[in-house]
């Protein structure tokens, strides 16, 4: 019992306790009403001072006021402790270091107001390009940053920027609610509305400096017993209620009341005259009539807000739907706002990751870069580009962006549609890549390449062309192709060029030019393009190949000279020999007519015999360049003709197997030529070859089937070395002395077989055996196709 | 008893037709002049706080920017106006007959166009393609107007448009080899002169001239009231020369968090136009042709 007792009594201590007999420094502003002002005696009054009295005398508190004309003076003498107590304070961090507060008493929102006619502005948002007053010493001046507003007018007192704004000198205000309610409420300020947005909510508590604290638990609970029985409140409304003290005599009250009575009166009469006032059913019908004009009105205004809503709804729809991939984007600070579905499977994020990114967390450019853009879109300068963005699982595409700038509710956003172009760009660059290849490929080029158009005119040709023909390019592309060519080959380029039409290409023309006064041998292809307008000309300067042809058939024919020499010799011999024996017996006189006759007849069979020689050797001088319908078989039997005593003089055996015939189409002057340099080459190995063995030549052809025939011609030369075996059809390539061989003579076997006659022609090494003895040599298969027959 | 029932119906008459109409800006009859915070015009805040323009009726409306100072004067027909020669151009252009009253002082280093490519590499390349950064409509463009005809420079000037609060908080990257031309003033130039921006002109080149003046419209203020006017801001220059403190103390409100030492650093971008320089920056104005009239300058 004796303890609860002294239990009861340590907890009851402060209730009687009351302060120290100090006299503590109250500090209060001058002009800050509600809160604080001085009366006209200079007296502090005000809600805060009304509470702070209220509470001070409550718990006995010996106080003086320090008067001063700021908030920064205020908090100055606080922190320097040169006053203990302020009644009514905001609550902010950095003031706890010196000041300790008590429970809230009040809070106020700083809010923002602004004048009645600006419609359009709805949120903070849409402030941005408006002017906002603020009063100077006031949090305002730091809340209002050039963010939220670009144009800050700065009052130097609150009255003057609420005067203002009223009159619409400025367009928004920022200052603590409470005070500005009381305003309009008070002056009847109609053209000022809140935004309904607090920009800041402060608290506000007495404060006692560091030091004092003792006080605190006192005032809190006087606080709460205030607040607690009503007090607090009645001090409240009084200061931010409507509050007026309207003191008016009786006389004045009474003729107010008069002369309103008077002035109904005039108007009832006056619309009684008007016949303004209606009967009773005259005003049902009216208001018969006015019911159904709203209730229409009111239908056509619901069937209008469904139609906004629905269309709203379908635009909403759309974005979010749509197949393309969609951005909104704030313009200044480049956050996302929204997206739609197709954007969420794209780059892989979330909604919820959207809305908390910039455009700068996908954009791979540097902010720098992406300002540049975003303001280039912004003021409608450009708005397509091309950038890389990166997805969420870290891959980097290639798209093209389509931003414009759109007004909205909340002011203008970005509307970016985006569309993935990795792929396509990946192929653009190997489109390149290729372009340049084929670029480098036609300017590189050793043979002469040029496009044409079907009139022949010159579109583009490479280095090459431009070097063989001796034109400038900007020369060529203003010349056709028959400025090229000598007059009299006009008709046949013409003709190559239509055959290349119809038949899509023309192989081996081969042409001869005057290129700076020197006159050159091309051979030339000509194919018709893909597009079916453009011809593709490839030319060879084949004119050092043609001289060396020449020097080969000057060869070939001083051989040709050694083979008539040969062919000639027996047959001269016969002549002689019957001539002599003609004379002789003559000489005897005994001859006889039998004799005359014999001789005669050797004779011109001899005779006859050296003619056709002597045609053969001209038709293969001549050189007839017409492609006919021609058997393999008499190609040789005439080939042989012009070698057969040459290969007799060297005592080369010459073995044939001619059974097989067909027709090729070709030109047997060619041919014969090829056939007697791989003869010639066979001869001369088998000279060379000095083993004793007979000297062999087969010469065989055989049908392979019905539509190829093989010319085979074996030697008994002992074959050609492996090491060199594979290079012999190159040009210029020769085993023997430079005074045998020009190198040039297989290499154009192999042209005339395979260009020409659409044959082929291989070589190997054969080994044999022939009556009874072994032989090595080469094996020259040359395989035609028959073309028909005769 | 009836005669005060008459007056009353007639005061109640005259209250409701008077009532309805009002002209907004002549409402209280003062002369309503816009200034932004800028130091420059400092004297004029003094003046205003000391209230000695009280005789005169005149009212200033401080704003934060001379961008805002031009939207709050067009949108109010305000008498008069603190600005460059820029703004002033503007205006005339723009139809409005506008006096050049007073001249406060001239920018002297305050205004700078800087370079991510130091001066000499700069002018030795002349690059053909430049990205300028400015805030489009302001004295900026004076400075990049000269800066092209002096250097005799036609390259493919790339303009972005950036507000000079953006342009200190922007990340630049000065490393990159595109020339970049950045044209704003103090202090935004400093903390980019930190970021590795190079210096390459400003206002000290006497080539480079922008000037602050208080301009008003014909009609708007008395001949006597102008030279009044003249007389009080030229005392408030001779103020914060001879008791920078006072005045400091005085107008300090208007700067937020600018202590004393910055403010005393700050006067070191601008020359006030005091008695010792009138006659030099009277020849500048008139030889590079700033203004057109000058007549109540040269009487300042």
Redesign the interface.
């Known amino acids: 019992m004796k303890k609860l007792f002294i239990l009861i009594l340590l907890f009851s201590l402060p209730l009687f306790a009351k302060p120290a007999n100090k006299l503590y420094k109250v500090v209060v502003l001058e002009d800050w009403k509600p809160y604080y002002f001085l009366d006209e005696n200079k007296k502090p009054k005000g809600y805060a001072v009304e509470l702070f009295e209220k509470l001070a005398s409550n718990i006995g508190l010996n106080y003086e006021y320090v008067i001063v004309d700021s908030w920064k003076e205020a908090d100055r003498l606080m922190k320097e402790k040169k006053v203990d107590i302020i009644p009514n304070m905001g609550v902010a961090l950095k003031r706890t270091e010196y000041i300790t507060f008590t429970q809230p008493t009040d809070v106020f929102e700083v809010e923002l107001f602004k004048h009645k006619s600006l419609t359009e502005i709805r949120t903070v948002k849409d402030i941005k390009k408006h002017?906002v007053g603020v009063v100077?010493?006031n949090v305002c001046?730091?809340l209002i940053t050039?963010d939220i507003a670009?144009?800050?007018?700065?009052?130097?007192n609150y009255h003057r920027a609420l005067a203002a704004l009223n009159?619409?000198?400025?367009d928004i205000l920022c200052y603590p609610k409470p005070l500005v309610n009381l305003s309009i409420k008070e002056l009847n300020l109609e053209n000022i509305e809140p935004l309904g947005e607090p920009l800041k909510v402060i608290k506000r508590a007495l404060g006692v400096v560091k030091g004092e604290e003792h006080l605190l638990d006192l005032m809190d609970k006087e606080i709460l017993r205030l607040k607690g029985n009503g007090e607090y409140q009645r001090i409240y409304n009084k200061w931010f209620g409507i509050h007026k003290d309207i003191e008016m005599d009786f006389e004045q009250l009474s003729?107010?009341i008069?002369?309103l009575g008077?002035?109904v009166l005039l108007i009832a009469y006056y619309i009684r005259q008007k016949k303004w006032i209606l009967t009773k059913k005259e005003l049902e019908q009216k208001v018969k009539e006015q019911t159904l004009k709203i209730e229409k009105n009111l239908s056509e205004l619901k069937n209008t807000t469904l139609l906004y809503e629905k269309e709203k709804n379908k635009f909403k729809n759309m974005f979010k739907t749509h197949g393309s991939i969609m951005l909104l984007i704030e313009p200044v600070s480049g956050r996302i706002i929204d997206v739609n579905e197709s954007a969420l499977k794209f780059y892989g994020y979330s909604n919820d990751e959207f809305l908390q990114m910039k455009i700068s967390q996908i954009n791979m450019l540097?902010?720098?870069e992406i300002?540049?853009k975003t303001?280039r879109a912004k003021?409608n300068i450009q708005n397509r580009f091309e950038f890389p963005h990166r997805l969420k699982n870290g891959l980097i595409k290639t798209v093209e962006v389509y931003t414009s700038p759109v007004e909205t509710e909340d002011g203008m956003v970005l509307f970016s549609i985006i569309k993935d172009i990795t792929e396509q760009k990946r192929l653009q660059n190997r489109i390149i890549e290729q372009k340049e290849e084929f670029e480098t490929i036609f300017n590189y080029a050793k043979d002469g390449i040029a496009v044409v158009d079907l009139q022949t005119n010159f579109l583009n040709c490479n280095r090459a062309f431009i070097e063989l023909t001796g034109y400038s390019k900007e020369e060529l592309l203003g010349k056709s192709c028959n400025d090229l060519t000598i007059i009299s080959d006009r008709e046949e380029n013409q003709n190559a060029i239509r055959k290349a039409i119809e038949k899509g290409h023309v192989d081996n023309l081969e042409k001869s030019c005057i290129v700076n006064g020197r006159h050159i041998t091309v051979n030339m292809s000509i194919s018709l393009l893909p597009d079916k307008k453009t011809l593709l000309f490839i030319i060879k300067d084949i004119t050092s190949l043609k001289i060396i042809q020449e020097q080969a058939k000057l060869i070939s024919m001083g051989e040709m000279i050694g083979n008539i020499a040969h062919q000639w010799r027996q047959p001269l011999n016969v002549i002689s020999m019957s001539a002599s024996s003609l004379i002789l017996k003559t000489l005897k006189k005994n001859i006889s007519e039998e004799d005359i006759q014999k001789f005669s007849n050797t004779i011109v069979k001899q005779t006859n015999y050296l003619s056709n020689t002597i045609d053969n050797f001209r038709n293969f001088i001549k050189g007839d360049r017409r492609y006919l319908n021609i058997s393999i078989k008499e190609v040789i039997r005439e080939t042989l003709s012009l070698v057969g005593a040459t290969l007799e003089s060297n005592y080369i055996v010459l073995i044939t197997d001619l059974d097989d015939d067909m027709f090729i189409t070709g030109n047997k002057s060619e041919l014969s030529q090829a056939l007697i340099n791989i003869i010639n080459n066979a001869k001369d190995s088998m000279i060379d070859n000095e083993e004793g063995n007979e000297k062999l030549l087969f010469i065989s052809t055989k049908k392979l089937d019905d539509n190829t025939i093989e010319l085979k011609i074996v030697d008994s030369g002992g074959g050609i070395e492996s090491g060199i075996i594979d290079r012999i059809f190159e040009p210029y390539f020769t085993t023997k002395h430079q005074s045998v061989g020009t190198g040039i003579g297989l290499s154009m076997v192999e042209q005339i077989i395979r260009e020409r006659h659409k044959g082929t022609i291989t070589v190997h090494n054969e080994e044999y055996r022939y009556n009874n003895k072994h032989y090595k040599g080469a094996c020259f298969n040359i395989v035609f196709k028959i073309t028909g027959q005769e | 008893m009836i005669k005060k029932f008459l007056l009353l119906v007639v005061f109640l008459s005259i209250f409701s037709i008077t009532g309805c109409s009002s002209d907004k800006n002549k409402r209280d009859g003062k002369i309503k002049i816009v200034a932004s915070n800028w130091i420059g015009f400092t004297p004029l805040l003094y003046a205003y706080e000391k209230g000695k323009l009280e005789a005169l009726n005149v009212e200033v409306i401080v704003t934060n920017s001379l961008q805002s100072s031009l939207i709050m004067y067009e949108k109010n027909n305000y008498d008069g106006i603190c600005s460059t020669q820029k703004e002033l151009t503007y205006l005339n252009q723009n139809n409005k007959d506008h006096l050049p009253v007073i001249v406060f002082d001239r920018s002297y280093g305050g205004d700078v166009i800087l370079s991510n490519i130091p001066k000499e590499e700069l002018y030795k390349n002349k690059c053909k393609k430049v990205d300028v950064f400015l805030e489009k409509n302001s004295v900026n463009e004076i400075l990049f107007e000269v800066f092209k005809k002096l250097k005799n420079w036609s390259a493919d000037f790339s303009i972005i448009d950036i507000n000079q609060y953006n342009i200190s908080r922007f990340e630049f990257e000065s490393n990159t080899k595109v020339p970049k031309l950045i044209i704003t003033y103090e202090p935004h130039a400093s903390k980019l002169k930190q970021k590795g921006f190079y210096l390459i002109e400003s206002t000290k080149n006497d080539k480079f001239l922008v000037f602050d003046f208080l301009s008003v419209k014909k009609g708007s203020l008395k001949k006597d009231e102008i030279y009044e006017l003249q007389k009080i801001v030229n005392d408030s220059i001779l103020k914060l020369k001879q008791d920078p403190k006072s005045f400091y103390e005085t107008v300090k409100i208007y700067f937020g968090d600018t202590s004393y030492d910055e403010f005393i650093s700050s006067l070191d971008q601008i020359q006030f136009f005091d008695r010792d320089r009138k006659g030099y920056m009277i020849d500048l104005i008139q030889k590079e042709k700033v203004l057109k009239k000058i007549e109540y300058i040269k009487e300042q």
Not at chain 1, 150 to 156: D, G, N, P, V
């Open positions: 002017s100077l010493k001046i730091s050039e670009q144009t800050k007018i700065l009052f130097q009159d619409n000198e400025v003729l107010i008069l002369a008077v002035i540097d902010a720098e300002f540049k303001s003021e």
